[in-house]
């Protein structure tokens, strides 16, 4: 019986061309999508690597390009937030804490190898504001001060990338290209820490290496030249209200008299980044259901032609004694075949994607996934569009069909 319907449906390749061709760019369109929302849902369910809860921040830009002059107005509002009694710790963040659409990346060698990583920079304290966990070594702090090399912290994706399962705690690594000699940017790993999506719950993981931000040592003292996305993180006592933003506004737009200053919860940067990070997912969606939609309304059409053009030979079949729910299933069964050729292409263009590791950040699994609910989704559609067809066709009485004829 499925042979006969493959055989039925192929001998109708040319006539069923477009809804073949129609059904191919749904299944794949739909399966870009599943992608999408089975990598962000994947995403939503991993740890970020940090508490945001009870943790505000100051947003700084200043005008003046004295470097001292900047580390001075600094000093007076680290010594205005330490006399505040709501705030438990705060540190320097140049991290892109939820801003999903901001980064800065760097080379960084060892051993011959060379791992793209994410660079943040952030201050002593910073551990302590986000809760975040030091798997091994430790953070940044005054004994680096008169450290010879820029200290460093590494997620594990970064450690693994570099020392390939070796203890990284100890080595040197370099910022630069060693072959140009006197460009060498030292860095010692002091650090290791497991997750840390600064982006958002629905970006991915990533290698990332954090160095220190602090004004107690020059090596560490260059983000002075630049006030783009300077943060300082502040953890509040939970209970905090509003009021407490508006006083200490006044304090700190009082010492940076020249400066722009803005305070906001991290939580609400949360809430922004997510949504930024669902534009694009949501786009596909529409598109993709206007697809979908266009395809059910030409497939339901052109089951109930072709059932009508058919009468006669349902007729016959009934007469023969065939019985309604082997009708009904024929024409349902046809439909479904009809689809399969459809997906076939589309699955051949599908697994072409994990196959040649186009966007290596998305796993295989997730791909299979997205396969399979593609499938499922475009064969319970085509369900759907045949079930009224087939319960005409069923429900036909031979001797009328036959008289039609």
């Not at 140009?180 to 030292?186: A, V």
């Not at 737009?253 to 020249?258: F, G, I, K, L």
């Not at 072709?306 to 009708?327: V, W, Y």
């Amino acid at each position: 019986m499925i042979k006969q319907m493959f055989k039925l449906i192929w001998n109708r390749r040319r006539r069923n061309s477009l809804m073949i061709i129609g059904i191919f760019i749904s299944f794949f369109s739909l399966f870009l999508v599943m992608t999408t929302i089975n990598y962000n849902f994947g995403n939503y369910l991993k740890p970020l690597g940090f508490d945001y809860d009870d943790v505000w921040y100051l947003s700084i830009d200043w005008k003046t390009q004295d470097p001292e002059a900047v580390a001075a107005t600094l000093r007076q509002l680290e010594n205005t937030l330490d006399s505040q009694p709501e705030i438990i710790s705060h540190a320097y963040s140049i991290s892109y804490l939820f801003m999903p659409s901001a980064t800065s990346m760097d080379d960084y060698h060892y051993a011959g190898k060379t791992v793209n990583c994410h660079l943040f920079q952030t201050g002593d304290d910073f551990p302590d504001v986000l809760n975040l966990d030091i798997v091994k070594g430790r953070w940044f702090g005054l004994q680096d001060n008169a450290a010879n090399h820029i200290p460093v912290v590494l997620n594990k994706y970064a450690a693994e990338a570099l020392f390939a399962g070796a203890d990284p705690i100890g080595k040197i690594i370099y910022g630069k290209d060693q072959d140009f000699q006197g460009e060498n940017e030292e860095f010692k790993v002091v650090g290791l820490i497991d997750e840390f999506r600064n982006g958002g719950e629905f970006t991915g993981s990533k290698k990332v290496l954090l160095r220190r931000a602090s004004l107690e040592n020059d090596l560490t003292r260059d983000f002075l030249k630049e006030s783009f996305f300077i943060r300082i993180l502040f953890r509040v006592r939970p209970g905090t209200t509003m009021d407490f933003e508006e006083r200490l506004m006044k304090q700190v737009t009082h010492v940076a008299r020249d400066w722009m200053i803005n305070i906001d919860q991290l939580d609400s940067a949360r809430i922004s980044a997510n949504k930024q990070s669902m534009i694009i997912p949501t786009i596909m969606a529409i598109i993709c259901g206007f697809l979908i939609i266009n395809v059910a309304l030409g497939l339901f059409g052109m089951i109930w032609y072709n059932t009508n053009r058919r009468k006669a030979e349902i007729g016959l079949r009934r007469a023969m004694g065939s019985t309604e729910r082997q009708i009904y299933f024929q024409i349902v069964g046809e439909s479904l075949v009809l689809a399969t050729f459809g997906m076939i292409t589309g699955i051949f263009f599908a697994v072409q994607l994990p196959l040649l590791g186009l966007i290596p950040f998305i796993s295989t699994m997730t791909y299979a996934v997205s396969i399979l609910l593609s499938i499922l989704v475009i064969y319970l559609i085509t369900i759907v569009c045949a079930l009224y067809p087939s319960n005409l066709a069923a429900s036909l009485q031979p001797a009328i069909a036959l008289h039609d004829e």
